[in-house]
């Protein structure tokens, strides 16, 4: 079975223009996580989905310098984008991922995809992301080829076209949906970038442990919040997009 990562990414963000690319430590966010997203053992390749928009041009260059595949369609269809995405890289197995989450861990990752592994349905979906207990920044969803390929079918609403897994998710009569749960309840964290406040934090994670700790795990940012328990309160105001 071929387990594909593919990652949303495009330069155009209403809250934060060109999020992707804002670069800490002199380095662009997106380049963080694809080489955070590298080091799952369960992956077997990493495609970029972007926009044939010529504004993200930028962020294939930042693929063709990392030696990524991309794949390049509509702004608007993105569930079209990612089954063609899918397609184009052969996937059995479609690993979502969005280029909003640059300290994503793939420990974590990997623990999703092997949930995946234990459910024995064609039409099936696993994420940690239904009942949230991991920090949000951590969203990991799997899915099958198939599941993705009937979505792409049937899903005819705006909404369904723009948010890749809400048709799966919306029919749960016709997909088997599971959800991977964290031992402790840490889904008060905000680890995503979708606003300035999320950007100072994320910039002050990253400063403090990537240069000592490459690798980082979600262990090790816990620590160190709990070590600066006020670096939580720089976007604990932020409501995420859509809720």
């Known amino acids: 079975m071929r387990v594909v990562a593919i990652i949303q990414a495009r330069m155009c963000s209403s809250r934060l223009p060109g999020k992707v690319l804002k670069k800490v430590l002199g380095k662009p966010l997106l380049e963080y996580q694809l080489e955070r997203v590298k080091k799952s053992k369960l992956i077997d390749e990493i495609v970029v989905a972007t926009t044939d928009q010529t504004k993200d041009d930028p962020i294939v260059s930042l693929c063709k310098n990392m030696k990524i595949p991309y794949y390049r369609g509509s702004e608007t269809d993105v569930l079209k984008r990612y089954y063609m995405a899918a397609i184009h890289a052969k996937a059995d197995v479609v690993v979502r991922l969005t280029s909003d989450c640059p300290l994503i861990d793939p420990v974590q990752i ?36 198939q599941a993705l390929k009937e979505a792409y079918s049937k ?22 949906c599971l959800n991977v749960s ?8 905000r680890w995503t970038v979708d606003t300035i406040a999320d950007f100072i934090l994320i910039r002050k994670i990253i400063e403090a ?6 690798e980082f795990t ?24 859509g809720e």
Not at 167 to 175: E, G, L, R, S, V
């Open 110 to 145: 990997d623990k999703v995809i092997e949930s995946y592994f234990t459910c024995d349905y064609p039409l099936k979906y696993v994420s940690n992301t239904l009942i949230r207990t991991f920090p949000r920044g951590m969203d990991t969803e799997v899915f099958s080829f």
């Open 155 to 176: 899903a005819k609403s705006k909404s369904d076209r723009e948010h890749v897994t809400r048709y799966i998710i919306n029919n749960n009569k016709t997909f088997k």
């Open 182 to 189: 964290n031992d402790k309840d840490f889904s008060h964290h």
């Open 209 to 214: 442990l990537y240069p000592q700790l490459p």
């Open 218 to 241: 979600l262990e090790d940012i816990i620590q160190l919040l709990d070590k600066f328990p006020e670096w939580q309160l720089i976007n604990h105001h932020i409501q995420q997009k």
